[in-house]
C-alpha cells in the first residue's frame, strides 16, 4: 500500500489560494447559479470590508479544515482533489473555498468570523 503524502508536501497550497480568494472580487458562480444576484452582492460587501485581521483569520481557517479533510479522509473528495494531476483539483478547491468564503462572511458556525 503506497504511503500517503504530507499534508506539507502536496503541490496544492489551500493557505495561498484562500489569500488570492478573498482578493477577486466574488461573483457568486462556484456551484452555478444557485444563489441570488442580491446574495452575491451582499458577499463581495462584505469582502470588500474585511479587515487584514478577518483575511488572516479565514486563510488559517481554511488552512486547518484542508489539512484535516485530507488527513482524516473523512470526505475521500479532498483526498481525491489533493492527489488530482490535472487543474480539476485546483480548480475544485478553488470552489471550495469561494463557497467557504461566503459562509465565512456570513458567519456560518463551521467557518466563525470574528466581530
Known amino acids: 500500500m503506497k504511503k500517503q503524502t504530507k499534508y506539507e508536501n502536496l503541490a496544492l497550497m489551500p493557505d495561498v489560494i484562500a489569500e488570492t480568494v478573498t482578493r477577486e472580487v466574488y461573483t457568486n458562480k462556484e456551484w452555478g447559479t444557485m444563489q441570488s444576484t442580491s446574495f452575491g ?11 487584514p485581521e478577518q483575511r488572516k483569520e479565514f486563510v488559517e ?7 484535516y479533510l485530507y488527513e482524516s479522509g ?32 456570513k458567519g456560518s458556525p463551521f467557518l466563525k468570523r470574528q466581530a
Open 74 to 105: 473523512v470526505n475521500p473528495i479532498f483526498v481525491k482533489i489533493f492527489k488530482s494531476k490535472s487543474n480539476w483539483g485546483r480548480d475544485t478547491l478553488y470552489n471550495f473555498v469561494r463557497h467557504w468564503l461566503a459562509g465565512y462572511l
Open 61 to 67: 481557517q481554511v488552512y486547518e479544515r484542508c489539512r
Open 41 to 51: 452582492e451582499e458577499i463581495e460587501k462584505l469582502r470588500l470590508a474585511m479587515t
